[in-house]
């Protein structure tokens, strides 16, 4: 059976990319992704063949990719961080459906929860969600109700997409919902172009999050109850039976 | 400022690894993890200084890697999956405290949501929350109060350490406090052996999934009320407007 290949490229540095995606798309034929994702690997691979549509075409991309395979080239359809969280692979499966013939294959990468995590210290060492704060295909009770899910069970938070140039005030909006529940001195932390040019990272608390501006290459983490800083680091225990050494 | 890396290797296949991560361990000097974990990496750095400790000796493995690091060797800690996700790359910082002049550097990897999601489908394409089921450090009470908040929030819920030799019921007792919340027909998933030996994966209802006997090899997924089965795939779509195609 023919496959096509749904591949995470990590956070964007080439050598955060596993070496199972860096032999696919050495490999594959043609390189199928959103303009930005593929500028960002296009040097890599020199000489290969690359489609791109631009942002919110995303159906049109997924069809591009499947048109190709169809043609009988290897064809790989990019993503950043990992295809499976926010990404691409569970569509390219709903449009898979009219293409029996060709078996996706998921290949997995670092999405920006492990990538930005790893900058901060080690913020997700015990039980965390992952919440994307864009209402565009989610309407915000959804979103609210799993903000408050989240922070009353004592999650460490991890939120993607924290505002945008349409949505402002978001961020500010979450933190308020999760304040009714955590303490404003909740250890937290943003980090911005994981593993890209101007990368930067900066820890503060539940309260001062509440007033930071943000962007779409932001990746905001809210620590637990037991989250703590040490040496500059948000640093989360493993256990909630604190150890003390 | 001397380094040491708290590096994830991945699932454990080799080609799982980031470059990075694979960069690292053939230029440092000595690699310390658990016997396992370094037994799945030997083969592909031959040559290399190894040091091991087996289970439950993190402290121990932690003080190992800074006492080399201390002679000025370049030492790097191995995890499996993500060193940040339930992982030593906390337990490195906390240790560190006693190391001043050593800095923590984490090496982020493919933890084994990302990795077993990538084969069960796209399960994790929506807000999700990742529970460890183990007791050891966590009191019941608070992975119970987890569960509620994810399940009754209408999360995908990603589960680790269902259970273990001591803990057989673990994963049925969860599944009986999700229930509460969600659906028995709820699309659910388990993984086993993600990128290893013995790789296999099944998709089943969350009625099941109760009745489901597991390892401490296994990662399982419990899918959101908009989750489908998708030709033999868990697919998770992008967004609570189900858009139509």
Chains 1, 2 share one sequence.
């Not at 594959?28 to 960002?40: A, K, N, Q, S």
């Not at 898979?96 to 930005?116: H, N, R």
């Not at 905001?220 to 225990?237: A, C, H, L, W």
Request: charged residues 30%.
């Amino acid at each position: 059976m023919r496959k096509i290949y749904v591949v995470g490229i990590g956070p964007g540095e080439y050598r955060k990319m596993t070496l199972e995606a860096a032999e696919i798309l050495k490999d594959c034929d043609v390189i199928v992704g959103y303009t930005v994702y593929v500028d960002l690997v296009k040097e890599h691979f020199p000489g290969k063949e690359f489609l791109t549509t631009p942002m919110r075409r995303e159906e049109e991309r997924c069809r591009m990719a499947f048109e190709e395979a169809e043609k009988g080239k290897t064809a790989a359809m990019i993503c950043s961080g990992d295809a499976g969280v926010y990404g691409m692979a569970g569509l390219m499966m709903e449009i898979g459906k009219s293409y029996p013939d060709i078996q996706v294959e998921v290949v997995p990468g670092v999405t920006a929860a492990i990538g930005g995590a790893a900058i901060l210290g080690a913020p997700l060492i015990h039980d965390f969600a992952v919440i994307s704060l864009s209402d565009l295909l989610t309407p915000w009770e959804t979103i609210e109700r799993r903000l408050r899910g989240a922070a009353m069970a004592d999650f460490v938070l991890c939120i993607y997409n924290p505002s945008s140039k349409k949505r402002k005030d978001h961020l500010k909006k979450a933190c308020e919902i999760v304040l009714e529940y955590k303490s404003k001195d909740t250890v937290c932390g943003i980090v911005s172009n994981i593993g890209r040019d101007g990368e930067s990272c900066q820890i503060l608390t539940l309260e001062a999050l509440k007033e930071k501006e943000t962007d779409m290459f932001t990746t905001v983490f809210i620590g637990n109850s037991q989250t703590r800083e040490i040496d500059g680091k948000m640093v989360t225990p493993r256990g909630y039976v604190y150890e003390r050494r």
